[in-house]
């Protein structure tokens, strides 16, 4: 049987006891129904380990006691990054949760001029906040370590300007080159960047 993942943003550590904040207590205890003594698998984001750990009650707290940590590195050797044209809501969920299970390293996020409704300034944290969540919660399902960084910048050229290794650029262009052809075969990259518009081209 899969243990279940919980994502914990502290440094953890063998034998220590975890308190769980309300909402994952909510999760373990009335989703899952998961029992004291049940075993279940911490991770923080911070390094490439498992912390298998076991579930007890305090009332209505959650504690994780860490009993072994356990290497486990799922993440790509090549830095992805998807440069992502904002599109409607639960389009944009849908690609940060398949971008993440799929190990894509970072996605930027920008206005576009044919995005339908503009992320304003004043919404920023709050849209930010969401795709985070979006991200931990597939690593907890996909078994990922560490998740992609997101971030938004209010248009393409702030979007482009930022400095980060891109060493294969890759525009998506419904009249281009297919993905498989020799011209976007890497050998002796280390980071790929991906352009997408808010429509998929």
């Known amino acids: 049987m899969r243990l279940s993942r919980i994502f914990v943003d502290q ?9 769980l904040d309300a909402d994952t207590c909510h999760y373990l205890k009335k989703v899952l129904r998961l029992k004291s003594g049940a ?19 305090e009332g209505k707290q959650a504690i994780a006691t860490i009993q072994n940590a356990v290497a486990a590195n799922t993440e790509s050797t090549l830095s992805t990054e998807i440069i992502q044209g904002l599109s409607r809501s639960d389009h944009m969920d849908w690609m940060i949760q398949k971008c993440t299970e799929l190990g894509v390293t970072r996605i930027s996020v920008f206005n576009a001029n044919h995005t339908q409704i503009s992320l304003k300034p004043a919404q920023r944290e709050k849209r930010l906040g969401h795709w985070r969540n979006i991200t931990i919660k597939a690593c907890e399902q996909c078994g990922r370590q560490v998740p992609p960084l997101v971030n938004f910048q209010q248009g393409i050229v702030a979007a ?12 998506l262009d419904f009249e281009g080159d297919r993905l498989r052809s020799g011209s976007v075969s890497r050998d002796t990259d280390e980071s790929i960047a991906i352009l997408v518009g808010p429509e998929g081209g």
Do not use: C, T, W
């Not at 075993?39 to 009650?57: K, T």
């Open 11 to 19: 440094g953890l550590d063998h034998g220590e006891q975890i308190y």
């Open 39 to 57: 075993a279940i698998v911490l991770f923080n984001g911070q390094d490439l380990y498992d912390y298998e750990s076991l579930l007890s009650y």
């Open 160 to 171: 482009l300007a930022e400095p980060v290794p891109r060493d294969m650029k890759i525009l």
